[in-house]
């Protein structure tokens, strides 16, 4: 069964740091790019990372630019999103996301069908 499990959400205070991580079975990761997205409440869910399979190559959405890093460990089929200097604006559910269908991070999050359930991050004093 091909399953993504996210862990390592929680309540931070603003300027704080968290890792996320995002498990995989049933499949490898390595072979599919993987992105991390966010939904907040009454917003729309936005990438907010990706890492292609192809290459390596990691994407950004711009408010989180120098700020998060994402990577993978082959070893542990687990992808993690690395969130330094948080802010209150990050708060939101946070998911993991594969697509089965290409190498690359096409940048669309229609095209990312494998989800996991989510893992919540609070930035706030």
């Known amino acids: 069964q091909v399953q993504l499990v996210e862990s390592g959400g929680g309540l931070v205070q603003p300027g704080g740091s968290l890792r996320l991580s995002c498990a995989a079975s049933?499949?490898?990761?390595?072979?599919?790019?993987i992105g991390w997205f966010r939904q907040a409440p009454g917003k729309e869910r936005e990438g907010v990372s990706c890492?292609?399979?192809?290459?390596?190559?990691?994407y950004y959405a711009d408010s989180v630019k120098g700020r998060f890093t994402i990577s993978r460990d082959g070893a542990k089929n687990t992808v993690y999103l690395q969130m330094n200097s948080l802010k209150p604006e990050d708060t939101a559910v946070y998911y993991c996301?594969?697509?089965?269908?290409?190498?690359?991070?096409?940048?669309?999050?229609?095209?990312?069908?494998?989800w996991g359930q989510g893992t919540q991050v609070t930035v706030s004093s």
């Open positions: 996301a594969a697509d089965m269908f290409r190498h690359y991070c096409s940048g669309h999050v229609s095209d990312f069908g494998t």
């Open positions: 049933g499949f490898t990761l390595d072979y599919y790019p």
């Open positions: 890492i292609s399979s192809s290459d390596g190559s990691t």
